[in-house]
């Protein structure tokens, strides 16, 4: 089974309005880290925001948040007021294991095209 | 601060040959990683390492190996190069801090790998 699932190949959102990234994940592992990259055309990966497990409150960075619903195994990221610069390629991923040793697993990926 | 740095940033391989991949790292980070990315996919974890001296394999560690004398660099090598290595590779990096930091794993830019 997959541990983290993307189940929109792409999403088409306007300037300004408001999208949402679904990811779901998959573990038996009571300490986990969610976290959500960005890959624009050029190819690097670019840190966008984290949710610990045991986190009480959902994670915010500037106009992204996470909307973390851990009895639904669900971590999606919200971008607010899109930009054209937010057109990209958005990997979900998890972090499990003992933390000297843990892994990130990632998902295929969304990519969010924003027309003007 | 450079970050996380990998040279070459493209190269075409013949079948059969061999060559190492080259990452760096100036922020003291005891945890490196690399992965690959397939056309259209999420990244796979080949190997890791949580310090000096000390590597483990990832989910597909087949026809690569690591080696870690310092802090600072992780090459990986390809001894026997095949058309399935044909991908994108990932260098990243993490430090041991505070929560949010301490899970977080920084890329590098990524070096393109075509074997004909």
């Known amino acids: 089974a997959q541990k983290i699932t993307q189940t929109q190949p792409g999403m088409f959102v306007q300037e300004k309005e408001a999208v949402t990234l679904d990811c779901t994940y998959d573990?038996?592992?009571?300490?986990?880290?969610l976290f959500w990259y960005k890959q624009p055309s050029s190819g690097e990966m670019i840190f966008l925001i984290y949710?610990?497990?045991?986190?009480?409150q959902n994670a915010t960075e500037g106009r992204y948040s996470l909307n973390f619903q851990k009895a639904r195994k669900s971590a999606n990221l919200v971008i607010s007021a899109s930009q054209l610069g937010d057109s990209a390629m958005y990997f979900c991923?998890?972090?499990?294991?003992?933390?000297?040793?843990?892994?990130?697993?990632f998902g295929k990926g969304t990519m969010l095209l924003v027309s003007p | 601060n450079a970050g996380v740095t990998q040279t070459p940033k493209f190269r075409i391989l013949k079948i059969g040959q061999s060559m190492t991949l080259q990452c760096t790292q100036d922020?003291?980070?005891?945890?490196m990683y690399w992965y690959r990315q397939d056309p259209g996919m999420g990244l796979k974890l080949i190997y890791y390492?949580?310090?000096?001296?000390?590597?483990d394999k990832g989910e597909v560690p087949n026809g690569y190996n690591v080696s870690r004398s310092t802090t600072e660099d992780f090459p990986l090598r390809l001894e026997l190069a095949a058309p399935s290595q044909t991908s994108v590779y990932f260098c990243?990096?993490?430090?041991?801090?505070?929560?949010?930091?301490?899970?977080?794993?920084?890329f590098g830019p990524g070096t393109r790998l075509l074997v004909l």
């Open positions: 990243a990096s993490r430090g041991a801090g505070g929560r949010q930091l301490g899970e977080t794993q920084y």
């Open positions: 949710q610990g497990s045991y986190d009480q």
């Open positions: 991923a998890m972090r499990e294991g003992r933390k000297g040793y843990s892994t990130l697993t």
């Open positions: 922020m003291n980070h005891n945890y």
């Open positions: 573990t038996s592992d009571p300490s986990y880290g």
């Open positions: 390492s949580v310090g000096a001296g000390i590597t």
